[in-house]
């Protein structure tokens, strides 16, 4: 990725820091959307080292670390790092680091579950991020991630293109002032591919649908979102083979 587009990417999540960490605990989407089905793949978690990568404002980590979980986080924005590290008072480790650099802080087979929500759409190639979050869990760990469903992105970006990887753009107008943010639209073999070929087996894959409290406070994207998906979840899980 060039410098330029991660630098855009950055600098919208921090002028979105602040609104999106007051939001975050009850704003439709992620609230009633991403976070609960994101959660449901993963096993017990009390007692389990758990990597939350693109942790932005830490909320994810609140909810595990009351479960029991030990979570060490990052974001490569430092205000959210800052609002993750307020946010949790003191529990948990949070630090500064780019999702597309190596984790080269992190031991080898260190975590049971490894968590990146909505975070690897602004990353142009995921391999050396998919292959360090195989490097850092343990063999019988489990990785979950949610992503922008593909198939959703193709129709809102009105691409042409479906089989590219292509830079895109939109402006996000939910959490206060418009921002306009930076990531990448990619197609469903990618996503798979990224994983299979860099260490995973798909688990599980899913298709989710909001809960009854969304439609409360959105009731036009729950009709929508029980209609087409705007986001999937996937679990995977380390081949035992090493990788070559």
Not at 65 to 73: E, S
Not at 103 to 132: G, K, P, R, S
Not at 140 to 157: R, T
Request: some cysteine; overall charge negative.
């Amino acid at each position: 990725m060039d410098e330029n587009r991660r630098d855009k990417i950055l600098s919208a999540y921090e002028e979105l820091a602040e609104s999106y960490n007051r939001l975050i605990d009850h704003k439709p989407h992620n609230a009633y959307y991403d976070r609960p089905n994101t959660l449901s793949l993963m096993s017990e978690v009390e007692g389990k080292s758990i990597l939350d990568a693109a942790c932005g404002p830490g909320k994810y980590a609140e909810v595990l670390l009351a479960q029991g979980a030990q979570v060490t986080g990052f974001d490569f924005s430092p205000k959210m790092v800052e609002m993750a590290k307020e946010r949790n008072k003191g529990a948990g480790t949070f630090f500064v680091h780019d999702l597309a650099q190596p984790l080269e802080m992190l031991e080898d087979n260190c975590f049971d579950i490894v968590l990146c929500a909505l975070a690897l759409h602004y990353l142009e190639d995921w391999t050396l991020t998919i292959q360090e979050f195989h490097r850092v869990l343990k063999p019988d760990g489990h990785l979950v991630i949610s992503i922008e469903h593909p198939f959703f992105e193709f129709n809102f970006f009105q691409s042409t293109q479906y089989y590219e990887v292509e830079p895109v753009q939109c402006t996000w107008k939910g959490f206060g002032k418009p921002v306009e943010v930076n990531s990448f639209r990619r197609p469903l073999g990618s996503c798979i591919s990224s994983l299979t070929d860099n260490g995973f087996y798909i688990d599980t894959l899913l298709e989710p649908k909001p809960l009854a409290e969304f439609e409360k406070l959105d009731p036009r994207h729950f009709k929508e979102l029980n209609e087409f998906p705007s986001f999937m979840c996937l679990r995977a899980v380390p081949k035992k083979e090493k990788l070559s």
